[in-house]
């Protein structure tokens, strides 16, 4: 079992191309644009000690809410 924060001030996330992600910030994945709603950064007790962080991506044009993580998107200038 791991342990998780959504506490915004905690998260460092990064895009693929090592930008910083915060929430209400725009992101592409998949070709589409969506919003950053929250983030959650989970870490394992595997004894890897893998970071994973994750984040609610919101598309303003269906309403329609997704999760992916932080390194699968790009930031949207």
Known sequence: MGTTTTDASKILAYDKE???ICV????????KVYRVE?????????GYY???VYLL??????????????????LSF
């Open 38 to 46: 929250s983030m959650e950064h989970e870490v394992s007790n595997d």
């Open 57 to 74: 991506l919101n598309d303003p044009v269906t309403d329609k809410y997704i999760v992916v993580e932080d390194n699968k998107v790009a």
């Open 24 to 31: 209400n910030a725009h992101v592409i994945y998949r070709k």
């Open 50 to 52: 893998t970071e994973t």
């Open 18 to 20: 090592g930008y910083d």
